[in-house]
């Protein structure tokens, strides 16, 4: 019979913060956007990897993190750049309204409060794109408040450490409520970015190397031989099907763009002109030429594309043609096939590319 930890929960909550940070002072991952040990953290570049970190890996955020440091070293720079362009730095990033919001984001704090982000959880939330955890976050790891910072690697650290059996999602107020517990007042940057990076590295999903970890022996899940069932996940509801169907038009070297409406999905991005996403499958809807910018000889390119969305699961025909016409219906634009690269084309419509283009090699080696 596993032996149940020596301290009773809270108390074991006052002493986790010591030998953590002794780990996190060993083992802290480096990072592009995080201070070395005694530097002190920049708040546009926490800001900034944030907004990026959000549904997203640290191994994608990296290169776009750079990029944007690069081009735009701080918010005035950012605030001073067209749309247009950070939207295209942002292509293939995903979720595109955080790259609307950054930008708004940029504009409020170059504007109105001197380029300076506000430093505590409640003034950082009433910027665009920051809701309560990156508040939390940007307050904790930017500026040092003891504030509770729970992303899903500190939410798995948590519901393991208190052995929370409750599934997700409706564990989730208990284990903000006991994370709060082990929040120290001082450190408080490096305390949340330590339990993230034992998330990542060592309470890892399927096999948490407990025999590493700094916090063992206060962890409940471990004491209790549950560490990789924990947490629960209530079970996953399929995601609905829809099809659709895009039309890839050349003119010579030229390929026909259009733009998307600002609001909604993939709001203000670059996409190869196309039917409505609303047709289900399952009842058996074959999107077809219906849908065609202008008549013309379109050939239907073997297979399909998919792509996964939050919501569906998208699978796209793709009709290539060429025209002479210089002007297409329905508004748009003619790109360079070279340019594409650096168009705000999101990963949806760079498969489109690839599927309609097999032959043209790395189309998006850039990124
Ligand atoms: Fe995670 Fe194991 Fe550490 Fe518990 S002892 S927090 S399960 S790595």
Redesign the pocket.
């Known amino acids: 019979m596993p032996r149940k930890p020596e301290n009773p929960p809270d108390t074991a909550a006052k002493a986790a913060a010591r030998p953590l940070l002794a780990w996190y002072d060993r083992h802290a991952r480096v990072l592009p956007w995080r201070a070395r040990k005694g530097e002190r953290a920049d708040p546009y570049a926490v800001w900034l990897s944030e907004i990026m970190l959000q549904q997203t890996t640290v191994a994608t955020v990296g290169p776009y993190f750079m990029r944007f440091l690069a081009r735009w070293p701080d918010v005035h720079a950012l605030a001073a750049a067209p749309q247009e362009e950070v939207m295209k730095e942002w292509a293939g990033l995903g979720y595109y309204s955080r790259a609307r919001n950054l930008h708004a984001c940029a504009k409020a704090v170059s504007s109105d409060h001197g380029g300076k982000f506000p430093q505590d959880v409640e003034g950082l939330s009433k910027l665009p794109g920051i809701g309560p955890y990156t508040a939390a976050a940007i307050a904790a790891i930017a500026f040092g408040e003891p504030a509770t910072v729970v992303d899903g690697n500190v939410e798995r ?1 948590v519901a ?2 208190f052995a929370l059996r409750t599934p997700l999602p409706q564990v989730k107020p208990d284990i903000r409520a006991k994370a709060a517990t082990l929040t120290p007042e001082r450190r408080a940057g490096d305390f949340a970015q330590a339990m993230m990076d ?1 998330g990542a590295t ?2 890892t999903p399927k096999n ?3 025999n590493r ?1 700094p ?2 022996h206060l ?1 409940e ?2 004491a209790e031989g549950i ?1 990789a069932l924990l947490p629960a996940r209530a079970p996953k509801k399929e995601r609905p099907v829809r099809r659709g169907a895009c039309f890839w038009l050349t003119r010579g070297d030229q390929v026909w763009l259009r733009r998307r409406p600002d609001k909604g999905l993939l709001g203000g991005m670059m996409e190869v002109p196309g039917s409505p996403w609303d047709m289900r499958a399952a009842e058996g809807a074959e999107p077809g030429l219906d849908h065609a910018p202008l008549d013309a000889d379109w050939t239907r390119v073997p297979g399909s594309v998919e792509h996964s969305f939050t919501h569906f699961h998208l699978v796209l025909d793709v009709y290539t043609a060429a025209t002479r016409r210089k002007v297409v219906p329905g508004g748009g634009e003619w790109v360079s096939l070279d340019r594409l690269a650096g168009e705000a084309l999101p990963t949806v419509m760079r498969k489109v590319a690839a599927h309609a283009m097999p032959d043209a090699g790395p189309l998006f080696a850039k990124r």
């Open positions: 650290v393991r450490l034992l060592v309470c948490p190397a407990c970890c916090l063992e962890c899940a471990k560490a």
